[in-house]
Each structure stands twice: as C-alpha cells, then as structure tokens.
C-alpha cells in the first residue's frame, strides 16, 4: 500500500519561509516524479512543483517560482518543499503526491497525472 505524509505546515508571517516534507512508502521512491499541489479555501487544488526522479528536472508554477525550492533525498523516500518569502495568498493545504509511471510531460501540472496523493499539511500566512 502506498502512502504518502506530509509534515512542517504551520502559521507564518508573511515574508517567513517553512519547509514541507513528504515521506512516501509502499513504492520504488527513487524511480517516479513526485510534485506538490495545493488547495485555498473555496478554490480548486492547483499545481505548485515538481521534481524528476533523480532530481535533475524541475518546474514551478509562476507566482512561486524564486521562492519556491521543490528537492529530493532517495535515500530517504523523502520529497520537500522550500517556501520562503512567504505570502498570505500561499496560504492552503498543501499536498504531495506520486506521479503515474507514464504519462506526457505536457500533463505534468494537471493533477490526474498523479495517482496517489497525501493527507496535506496546513500552510497559513498572516498579513
């Protein structure tokens, strides 16, 4: 059974950073594309980052793109999320999730490309 948990969400004031991990089991860590999605209230969940199997590949959506650092460690099944320069319109929950071992990369910022997603973890920021 695959899962996947995400830790280190919390209240921040705008312009602080937080790191998110995501800890996956139950399948090959080091072989698939891993991103982060988020969801504001009352909004669609939305694409943030993603992250080659070896780390070499990434992509950010715009608005988080020069704070945002999406990073890998294999040996660990661990994913992370560097945020900084934190803004209030971050604020939501913040999932990880595992991508399909094959699909386009044109598809890689939709999120029925990824097939198995986390519990989320609470990202807030104050004005």
């Known amino acids: 059974q695959v899962q996947l948990v995400e830790s280190g969400g919390g209240l921040v004031q705008a312009g602080g950073s937080l790191r998110l991990s995501c800890v996956v089991s139950?399948?090959?860590?080091?072989?698939?594309?891993m991103g982060w999605f988020r969801q504001a209230p009352g909004q669609e969940r939305d694409f943030v980052a993603t992250?080659?199997?070896?780390?070499?590949?990434?992509d950010y959506k715009d608005s988080v793109k020069g704070r945002f650092t999406i990073s890998r460690d294999n040996a660990k099944n661990t994913v992370y999320l560097q945020m900084g320069n934190l803004k209030p319109e971050d604020t939501a929950v913040y999932f990880c999730a595992t991508a399909r071992l094959s699909f386009y990369y044109a598809d890689i910022y939709n999120q029925k490309t990824y097939n198995y997603w986390g519990q989320g973890t609470q990202v807030t920021v104050s004005s």
């Open positions: 992250i080659n199997w070896n780390g070499a590949v990434t």
């Open positions: 139950g399948r090959t860590f080091s072989s698939i594309t």
